[in-house]
């Protein structure tokens, strides 16, 4: 189970140096930008992990008439987002868990990009974000899809089998889109997905590592450790290494599922 307090921190931690190393998640944005645009136009906004601001500040362009409500899971975050946006009257912050929503107001519009996979429970989360929309509201999401860094998944597979150490996953679970479209559509939403690959290129497994690391997206799973064993780590970076290098070069990749629904 991930555990929230640890996510608040890491990202926290990471907050002044984010922007330098979410180039992925930036893409994401401007591509979820692009279904907000074809979706209609929105005057009451919720975005669900605002991060440093960078998909508020596109919205609050796009939309500057719309009240726009940027959340998320850590105050230093929304510290950040603040100083970055506050030429943008139309944008407040809250903090708010976007798995457990308290807010008692509705929403035409739900967004968010890169955080769902800080969900322990997608179907809560779901639930809950469908009671904040309004009828005819939608809810449009970037989030990773269950390929995401396949490459580290196998080479940590290899590396236990090697050492004969019990498998634990590492990180986030990500979700499929077949779960997603079960998920929204047993809510009554309507379902439209798509999704992406997009692979980043490092000089070895520890940049990749520490690229990971310094947007705060390190484990932080109750009781599960990405630095478990130094053995272990070693295995998994000689694998990685050997099966996937290319050209001097390592890849990880980022399988990113786009979400549009709106509220019947």
Known sequence: MINKTQVSCHFGRRSQAYDEYAVVQKN?????????????????????????????????????????????ISSEMLTVASKNLSQ??????????????????????????????????????????????????????????????YELNQSFQA??????????????????????????????LSVHLQEENITEKFKC???????VKKIGANNSSNGNNILIHRQLMLSMMDFYKNTFEQLGQIPATYHIIYGSHQKS
């Open 159 to 188: 590396a236990h089998r090697s050492l004969e150490i019990t498998k634990v996953h590492h990180g986030p679970e990500f979700i499929s889109m077949q779960k997603l479209a079960h998920i929204t559509s047993g809510l009554g």
């Open 205 to 211: 497994v520890r940049e990749f590592l520490t690229s």
């Open 28 to 72: 994401m944005g401007y591509s979820l930008l692009e279904l907000v645009k074809e979706a209609g136009v929105f005057q009451n906004i919720l975005e669900i992990g605002c991060g440093t601001g960078f998909l508020t500040g596109l919205l609050a362009q796009m939309y500057p008439k719309a009240k726009i409500t940027a959340s998320d």
């Open 88 to 149: 943008y009257e139309n944008v407040s912050y809250v903090l708010e868990d976007g798995e457990d929503l308290k807010l008692s107001e509705k929403f035409d519009l739900i967004v968010s990009n890169a955080a769902f996979q800080w969900f322990n429970d997608y179907q809560q989360a779901f639930t809950q974000m469908e009671r904040h929309l309004l009828p005819g509201g939608c809810l449009i999401y970037a989030t990773f899809g269950e390929h995401t860094f």
